[in-house]
């Protein structure tokens, strides 16, 4: 892939081990500047090195779950918190008072499906779950729906970069074509 940036994922991963990993996937998923982390890319890269000795499995896939379940609670809790203050401005060339009725007819119908499936979104993953508690969200479907795709895609990402490892050692002669495959 001449003319791209070479980044060692995998290097940067072991520098930065579990705590790293922890508070990448937990800041990705539901703190507003946390949306340029790697995400399931990372994810996968964490299981293949696991496959390889560098992590243990039974310690990074449920410690990557409750970081990605923790991060959606907080960006939940920071919707709750301080989206009631953007009912409260008037409407600007940016915002309206309009696209907050829109958004909470939109989760109103698709909020569960949205806050699942943003999991698999880069950058709407950070946002849905801020989104679902300016709208007021009922917080128990959210967390029914929050524990669902953290499980489906932290635990389960990073478990198939586990298997992927063990059951094909040369796939991380192809990590590259599967993170940008990730990525698209």
């Not at 081990?17 to 507003?32: I, K, M, N, Q, R």
């Not at 953007?86 to 909470?104: G, I, Q």
């Not at 795709?149 to 990402?157: D, E, T």
């Not at 002669?173 to 698209?184: A, P, Q």
Request: hydrophobic fraction near 50%; proline fraction near 6%.
């Amino acid at each position: 892939l001449a003319g791209m940036p070479h980044i060692d994922l995998p290097a940067i991963i072991q520098i930065v081990g579990y705590p790293g990993l922890f508070t990448a996937v937990f800041l990705e998923s539901g703190v507003p500047f946390g949306f340029f982390f790697p995400g399931a890319s990372m994810l996968f890269t964490a299981g293949l090195l696991a496959s390889q000795g560098f992590f243990n499995i039974w310690i990074l896939a449920p410690l990557l779950f409750t970081a990605a379940l923790l991060g959606d609670n907080t960006g939940y809790w920071i919707g709750r918190k301080w989206g009631v203050r953007l009912f409260l401005r008037p409407d600007s060339k940016f915002f309206r008072h309009e696209y907050l009725r829109r958004a909470k007819d939109f989760y109103d119908r698709n909020g569960s499906r949205t806050v699942f499936l943003a999991r698999f979104v880069p950058i709407v993953r950070t946002f849905a779950p801020i989104v679902a508690g300016i709208v007021n969200m009922p917080y128990r479907t959210f967390v029914m729906y929050n524990v669902l795709g953290a499980l489906v895609w932290a635990a389960g990402v990073t478990t198939a970069g586990y298997y992927a490892g063990t059951k094909f050692p040369f796939v991380e002669d192809y990590l590259t074509y599967i993170i940008l495959g990730i990525i698209f």
